[in-house]
């Protein structure tokens, strides 16, 4: 029982997002904002994806070791950084010929509307997936320019990672 409560919710909703709802491909860049017990499992189902950057992203700097236990290959601290944190990761996303930057895949696990915007944002232009996994709080509302998705990023959410309970757990 103590091993089966995490399927129950944090182990099935975090690789659920990752297979399921934003099915990632090998290769892929992506980033994880907050790394509780659901940001640590979108991290392990990346891994299994064969996603080939992972970053994670939290203001405790405890969860970085935990975060390279699950396959976490950087870790940012927004409270660390000079400047806003999403031109910091757009910038870290820059690679090879591809000098525009942004993740592939962004999963916001920590419930704050300003993250989800950030997790968004951070996202690459044309073709961006950003998952909306943490829940706000109640009333509140996301915001966003609509320049950010008219240029091709898409903002989803999942419940549960997607899965269905009976047979996928
Ligand atoms: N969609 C679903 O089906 C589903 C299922 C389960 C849980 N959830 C939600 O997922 C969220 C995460 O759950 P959890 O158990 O992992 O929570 P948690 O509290 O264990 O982890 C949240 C992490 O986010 C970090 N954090 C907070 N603010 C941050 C910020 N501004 N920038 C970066 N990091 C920040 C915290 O330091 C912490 O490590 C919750 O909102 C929970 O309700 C959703």
């Not at 870290?92 to 704050?112: L, V």
């Not at 989803?156 to 047979?167: C, D, I, K, N, V």
Request: proline residues 2%; neutral net charge; hydrophobic residues 40%.
């Amino acid at each position: 029982f103590d091993k089966i409560c995490y399927i129950g919710c944090g182990v099935t909703t975090g690789i659920g997002a990752v297979i399921n709802t934003a099915k990632v491909e090998q290769g892929a860049t992506a980033v994880v904002f907050g790394l509780g017990g659901i940001g640590l499992n979108v991290i392990q189902g990346l891994r299994l994806a064969g996603a080939d950057m992972i970053i994670g992203v939290d203001l405790n700097n405890d969860k970085k070791e935990w975060g390279e236990r699950f396959g976490m290959t950087h870790f940012v601290n927004p409270k660390e950084i000079d400047g806003d944190i999403v031109p910091y990761l757009v910038n870290m996303t820059k690679r090879g010929a591809d000098q525009i930057g942004g993740a592939d895949y962004t999963f916001d696990c920590t419930g704050s509307t300003k993250v989800m915007r950030q997790a968004l944002e951070a996202s690459h232009r044309g073709w961006g997936k950003s998952v909306v996994i943490g829940v706000a709080g109640a009333g509140q509302e996301i915001s966003t320019r609509p320049f950010q998705l008219v240029t091709g990023r898409t903002w989803m959410g999942t419940a549960f990672g997607g899965a269905r309970g009976r047979t996928d757990v």
